[in-house]
């Protein structure tokens, strides 16, 4: 049973966080020569519907073609996704302080850390200041949880970018909607996490 528990929570995070780097790859595909095609209020409508489908932004005709992605193709970029995977995961003790009446204890939220830890996880350079133990530590201080932004996502563009670093309109275009897509896609996930939690309310 516990195994089950964990590995639903662990899935909810995974498909967030694939749903979250395909919506950065939308913003890119969008600010080229589609721009007047597809509004990118509809990315954020659509990801944000549903959070846990990496696949619903097929809908607004996109393919993910990795000449038009340019370096958001490449297999570099895809490390994103496992910092965006392990920046989520690290914050699952915060989702289960707002769910004080679960029964669900600290070895199983290991466990689902453990898993996501196995789908893949990178923290370059320790871009990504907050630790799976450090926020477990907070969480238990009940402090304000830290805002989760797109510093770390900057730091990688311009470390490890190279199309992506420079200073142009399109990469601008990117951070801007990584700004606000961070946010809400954390706010939502969250949300979505704790209302898990509290399914599994004390007995």
Not at 17 to 42: G, P, R
Request: proline share 4%.
């Amino acid at each position: 049973m516990a195994d089950e528990i964990a590995q639903r929570f662990a899935d909810i995070i995974d498909n967030t966080s694939e749903s979250l780097f395909a919506a950065l790859q939308c913003c890119y595909l969008i600010s080229d020569e589609d721009f007047y095609n597809v509004n990118v209020k509809d990315i954020f409508r659509v990801g944000l519907s549903n959070i846990t489908d990496p696949n619903c932004f097929r809908n607004l005709g996109f393919t993910f073609d990795k000449q038009k992605l340019g370096e958001l193709g490449g297999e570099k970029f895809r490390e994103v996704l496992d910092v965006i995977r392990y920046s989520f995961a690290i914050r699952i003790p915060f989702a289960r302080r707002e769910a004080p009446e679960s029964y669900i204890k600290e070895p199983q939220i290991k466990q689902m850390y453990d898993i996501l830890e196995e789908y893949g996880f990178a923290n370059p350079d320790g871009i990504v200041v907050e630790s799976f133990k450090s926020v477990s530590w907070l969480a238990k201080t009940k402090k304000p949880e830290p805002s989760y932004d797109t510093e770390w996502f900057r730091s990688w563009i311009y470390t490890y970018g190279r199309e992506t670093a420079a200073i142009n309109n399109r990469n601008m275009f990117l951070l801007g909607c990584a700004d606000a897509l961070f946010p809400l896609y954390y706010s939502a996930l969250k949300e979505r996490l704790v209302e898990e939690f509290n399914k599994h309310g004390a007995i």
